[in-house]
């Protein structure tokens, strides 16, 4: 994959420029990064090291998605330039200026980590909704994250659940945490009644 200097030129003299979109469209298509786009590691690490406050958000949010589809191999040539990147993401969660700052950056930290489905799919939070796939009829059930009446049985279902439950009650986001107990919880079928947790059965979304 190649990106024209300019093009890089550009988007790191402005975190604001246009050409951060076209950076975006060359690396990723529906959902997923190209592999070869790993070379744009070392330039991400410089170029967000220089950024300040929110402006670097969307490009740390780039580079997670990067990393969390590079190869192996480039993961490990790159590691220091990702533990850069990664302790950039945690320190600015801190200051995330609203809840959908603080989950793209939580996003990204998880992509950092290697969490090839949370380091994607988290953002289901900022949609305030997640469709699931009933494991016992197979319907696909819309779950509301944001309902307080909600049908969800609020839980924390795994290490990373817990993980992001406690950075969001400690970043005062109570919203949020609350959305998180229901994306990790459990719901019923409205169909055939099988209960079953909504995390792990995102619909679309393989689990190797």
């Known amino acids: 994959m190649e990106i024209s200097p300019d093009i890089l030129q550009a988007a790191a003299a402005d975190p604001a420029s246009e050409a951060w979109s076209f950076i975006w469209a060359k ?11 790993a070379v744009l590691v070392p330039w991400l690490s410089t170029t967000i090291a220089a950024f300040t406050g929110e402006a670097c958000v969307k490009a740390l949010a780039l580079a997670g998605y990067i990393v969390v589809d590079s190869l192996e191999a480039d993961r ?71 309902d307080d009446e909600s049908s969800v049985i609020p839980g924390l279902s795994s290490e990373v659940a817990e993980r992001l439950h406690a950075e969001a009650v400690e970043g005062g986001r109570a919203v949020l945490a609350t959305a998180l107990t229901r994306l990790f919880g459990r719901i019923e079928c409205p169909e055939c009644g099988s209960l079953f947790n909504v995390a792990e059965h995102l619909a679309g979304v393989s689990r190797g």
């Not at 600015?92 to 380091?119: C, H, P, T």
Request: charged share 25%; with cysteine.
């Open 27 to 37: 690396s990723c298509h529906q959902g997923n990064c190209d592999p070869a786009s």
């Open 76 to 146: 490990t040539s790159y590691r220091g330039e990702i533990a850069a990147l990664r302790g950039m993401a945690a320190q600015r969660l801190a200051n995330a200026s609203d809840d959908r700052e603080f989950v793209y950056l939580q996003q990204a930290i998880l992509g950092f980590d290697g969490d090839e489905l949370w380091g994607k799919e988290l953002d289901h939070l900022n949609d305030g909704e997640v469709d699931v796939e009933c494991p016992g009829c197979d319907a696909e059930v819309l779950v509301d994250l944001g």
